[in-house]
């Protein structure tokens, strides 16, 4: 593999610096990582790559600090996950339906980063329409974990997850909607936060489960998400669901930095014990039957470092957990059902080749355009909105999600600042298994979609390793109450600054 | 066996908006077509709605206007269908919780006064047009094409209760409604580009039964005459059906204006499902109470408020006030034409609009904004008849002659231009007078031998004398003296 120049900086702030003093150009930096990805080709990771339109950007970067005027974000090479629209770089979301789509218009959350001046490499393949765990439903091939190629990477930002873990990228974009930022973080061994729901626009990004789409960055550290996630939050009058104010502070730029820099000024003050006085909430019902021994050793170890670093673990109870999967497969179904029906033949994307009439040309170009998941999930969607059905699923998956919202926040009046517990049962699985029964993947799920319902900002941060030949990622989960995501991020900080699983690298154990 | 006829009707009416309902591209009518389609309304990949608050307002307009609740928080839905000319292949539309709740309408039919309940209005996108005839594809082939400037266009569907119980009343019903939104200027109320359109749902049940009879939804009528002709044949068809023992079913109709029926489009049982559900889209639509204040502080004078006002202010007939106020353009003449008369002279001022103007203007086919007798000369007019210039007769000529654009318009030149100017002038008559009764001694004597009839005979003679201007009461004050 070819190393790209920005691998040579620990983090987006040192690389920065360098931009800033000119010791290394964007356009050298990006040259070097469009090399460095067509070298790891075997990753499957980049759907969409255009050179031309990479140095383009790239020179407009130098432009901007040759003048001065670059962020902190300004020349540093990323890319997106292909379900956010892009001018330029085709937008396919993984699937045949729109292998040919080209958007208009960029996502707001693309068009904050440009603006900042990041240097945009691609697109990076997922799950087809953002539905699955493993970006194994891509139409476009799956994605390898650079931790070892036979497992999967985790989805459905799996691309981004695996990019970031391989080096190709100093971050990347995903969408979480059930964990598809914090699963293939914790499975690529990297770090990603989902804000909450309604910080970061929906604008351009091609809608799965409406209520439940979140935009958020993978990268290797905390630092690193916050120069991010940061950037790319804001009120967006373009997202009707985008929110003005959070907590009363506006939704713009600078809201989760100073949220980070009073949490990290506090942590400062307490010396050794820099977490003093916070209470981490362990829900029993993340550590029942069905979590592998490595994981709990991982996540266990973790919480104990913590516990060194001044934080208090307070036990509480997450009741209605297991609940969370069929409420969940019963809401993103049914959002995905109505969303995706736009995908119609008529106006863009695949249309069939052979159909006698609308009918016929409707529902071939939808048989043919979709891959099996994304059907089954359209179906699932569409049965439980059905005259009869909608009171027996619809309804009752949105109450347990009243409850599961609830639960929550139970356990953040007064019981605790912070959740703690491990993202995924197991460490990444095989890329060949629970293909016979494709719903298995989605019990895989439990420990993140409960935070997804309920729009709670999460993280997850490598905290470990599995036993055996080919050591596997594990990844803890900091869940924190609406708005706090700089509290998320200075805690995350805290524990990498003690720890080096974020810092490990695939193939140099 | 005596029929009763139930009628309830469904209106969509288009909101005057700049732009449309979720997206910011323009409305205008007549575009080539999707030139007025931006990325939400073609449906692209992450492209989402942003509600429009004009619409909002418009429809807390219509909300106010017809005393309806204001619904603090109401809710858009997706109704789930596929259409090519629907992008989304869904509609946002209410469903659960409309915007507007409840409220009435009360127009008259004849000079009978009837009141109609509103179930609800709610807002909703409307969809694109499908272009079947003389539409060819690319290579030459006929073809479907499709227009999405209508595409979202926003819509607010005023749902009537099933309280109207003859083609005639519901037509009153629709031309209240469309005169309504029309003076709030929330709709252009243009029925051929298809602001107005209208479902009949229509049932028949036999005179004292409780329950309804199985309606039939008469769909997309745009002229009050199609609604009354599509309401009569669905009545005439059903009571046929029912009485050569069929059944009326459930059903979605449509009215051929060519063959003057209504055919079947879709049966109950090929009803879609609908599958609604909240739109994740759009939180819920919240109006605040100051909202609501602000809206109404600068609604114009409701028509209910200007009746009650002319029927107690001007002192005119519950008839002719509600006639007055049936559009906004009527009430702005009569007020115009009222405002330059002498106080106590509306009456008057209403006789001539609600006659002789409004007949012309129906003869002729003309809206009474495009009168050619201008409020100020029909006032000029009227005041030439209280100040005893003219006589009502006269001036329904003058009046005929300014619809006829003669002398610009200026009743004073066309009287004088005319010679009608009346003879008011005492010494004039009184000379008349004289003349007369020194010619027509005979008569004289029958008169004071008591004959009553000689009197008019007399009086015709100085009107002869006078070619007709002399102004009668004065003729018959003198003539009365002179005779003594």
């Not at chain 2, 595409?151 to 005023?158: S, V, Y």
């Amino acid at each position: 593999m070819i190393m790209p120049l920005h691998s040579e900086f620990d983090s987006i702030e040192a690389l920065s610096q360098a931009l800033a003093a000119r010791r290394v150009s964007a356009r050298e930096l990006a040259r070097s990582a469009l090399d460095a990805a067509e070298s790891r080709a075997d990753l499957n990771v980049f759907l969409h790559k255009d050179d031309a339109l990479t140095l383009a950007q790239a020179d407009a970067a130098d432009r901007l600090l040759a003048q001065g005027l670059g962020t902190r974000l300004t020349g540093v090479p990323l890319a997106h996950k292909d379900v956010f629209a892009t001018q330029g770089w085709r937008t396919t979301a993984a699937s045949k339906m729109l292998a040919q789509y080209t958007s208009p218009f960029d996502a707001t959350v693309v068009e904050r980063l440009r603006q900042a001046g990041a240097v945009s490499l691609g697109k990076l393949n997922c799950d087809e329409f953002a539905m699955g765990s493993g970006s194994r439903n891509s139409a476009f091939g799956p994605v390898h974990n650079p931790w070892d190629p036979d497992v999967i990477p985790g989805g459905s930002s799996g691309g981004s997850a695996s990019a970031v873990a391989a080096g190709l990228v100093m971050a990347a974009t995903g969408t979480d909607t059930g964990g598809s930022v914090r699963q293939p973080a914790a499975l690529c061994g990297v770090s990603g936060i989902k804000p909450t729901y309604g910080t970061v626009s929906r604008f351009g990004m091609v809608a799965f489960g409406s209520s439940l789409d979140q935009a958020g960055p993978i990268a290797r550290h905390a630092r690193d998400l916050l120069e991010l996630v940061d950037t790319m939050s804001g009120f967006d009058p373009r997202d009707a669901t985008s929110l003005e104010a959070c907590d009363g502070v506006a939704n713009a730029p600078g809201r989760i930095r100073s949220g980070f820099d009073t949490a990290r000024g506090q942590y400062e003050q307490g010396g050794s014990q820099p977490l003093q006085g916070l209470r981490i909430g362990v829900p029993a019902e993340y550590f029942a039957d069905g979590l592998a021994a490595d994981v709990s050793r991982a996540v266990e170890a973790a919480l104990k470092t913590f516990e060194s670093l001044g934080a208090r673990r307070v036990d509480i109870s997450l009741p209605r957990t297991e609940l969370a999967i069929p409420a969940y497969y019963v809401i993103a179904p049914a959002e995905a059902s109505s969303n995706l029906a736009r995908y119609d033949g008529v106006r863009y994307g695949h249309r069939a080749q052979n159909y006698g009439d609308l009918i016929e040309m409707t529902s071939r170009s939808r048989a043919e355009g979709f891959g099996p998941e994304v059907q089954r999930r359209i179906m699932v969607g569409t049965y439980v909105l059905s005259h009869g059905y909608y009171d027996a699923y619809y309804l009752q998956a949105q109450r347990v999600r009243r409850m599961i919202v609830d639960d929550f926040q139970a356990a953040f009046d007064g019981r605790c600042d912070v959740i703690m517990g491990p993202v995924t049962p197991t460490v990444a699985w095989p890329m060949d298994s629970n293909q016979e029964s494709p719903t298995a993947d989605w019990l895989a799920d439990i420990y993140t979609l409960g935070v997804s319902l309920a729009g709670l900002p999460a993280m997850s941060i490598p905290c470990g390793f599995s036993d055996g030949k080919r050591p596997l990622p594990i990844g803890l989960q900091v869940i924190g109450n609406y708005f706090k995501e700089g509290q998320l991020l200075a805690v995350a900080d805290c524990f990498q600054q003690e720890t080096d699983w974020h810092q490990r690298k695939p193939g140099q154990q | 066996m005596e029929w009763e006829i139930v009628i309830g009707l469904e209106t969509h009416t288009q909101l005057t908006t700049a732009s449309k309902i979720f997206s910011d591209s323009s409305t205008r009518f007549g575009a080539a077509p999707n030139t007025q389609a931006n990325e939400i309304d073609m449906a692209l990949p992450g492209s989402l709605p942003v509600m429009n608050r004009t619409a909002v307002e418009r429809a807390i307009q219509f909300g106010l206007a017809v005393g309806a609740t204001i619904a603090p928080r109401s809710i858009f839905a997706r109704k789930n269908y596929f259409y090519p000319d629907l992008p989304k292949n869904y509609q946002i539309t209410q469903y659960e919780i409309p915007v507007v709740q409840g409220g009435n309408i009360r127009f008259f039919v004849g000079e009978q006064e009837h009141t109609v309940n509103l179930t609800r209005a709610h807002l909703e996108e409307d969809a694109g047009k499908s272009l079947h005839e003389h539409f060819t594809g690319p290579h030459g082939e006929s073809s479907t094409g499709i227009d999405l400037n209508r595409t979202g266009i926003p819509l607010l569907e005023i749902v009537s209760e099933p309280e109207m119980h003859s083609a005639a009343e519901a037509v009153a019903y629709a031309r209240a409604l469309h005169g309504l939104v029309t003076w709030l200027g929330i709709c252009d109320g243009n029925m051929q580009e298809g602001s107005f359109r209208m479902d009949a749902n229509v049932s028949v049940r036999p005179k004292g039964q409780r329950e309804f009879g199985t309606r039939s939804e008469t769909k997309n009528l745009n002229s009050f005459r199609f609604l009354e002709r599509a309401i009569q044949y669905e009545v005439r068809r059903q009571i046929e059906l029912i009485e050569d023992g069929g059944k009326v079913v459930q059903e979605t109709r449509l009215y051929d204006s060519d063959l003057d029926e209504t055919r079947s489009m879709r049966s109950k049982e090929d009803a879609h499902d609908y599958r609604y559900f909240p739109d994740p889209d759009l939180p819920p639509l919240v109006i605040a109470g100051d909202w609501v204040e602000r809206v109404k502080a600068a609604m114009p004078e409701l028509p209910a408020h200007k009746r009650a006002r002319f029927e107690q202010e001007l002192g005119l007939t519950g008839y002719d006030a509600a006639q007055l106020t049936v559009d906004r353009d009527t009430s702005d003449y009569f007020e115009q034409t009222a405002a330059a008369l002498p106080r106590g002279q509306a009456k008057l001022a209403a006789n001539w609009v609600l006659g002789e103007l409004s007949a012309h203007l129906n003869r002729h086919e003309i809206d009474i904004a495009q009168s050619p007798v201008k409020p100020q000369a029909l006032a000029a007019l009227i005041g030439r008849i209280i100040d005893g210039t003219i006589s009502n007769k006269m001036a329904r000529d003058v009046f005929a002659a300014l619809c006829e654009g003669e002398h610009g318009g200026d009743p004073d030149a066309v009287i004088e231009a005319r010679g009608l100017r009346q003879i008011s002038d005492t010494g004039a008559i009184s000379t008349m007078i004289d003349e007369v009764l020194a010619a027509n001694a005979a008569t004289v004597d029958e008169y004071r031998a008591g004959k009553q009839k000689a009197f008019n005979s007399l009086v015709g003679q100085v009107m002869k004398a006078a070619k007709g201007k002399a102004n009668p009461q004065q003729v018959n004050e003198l003539l009365k003296q002179k005779l003594g």
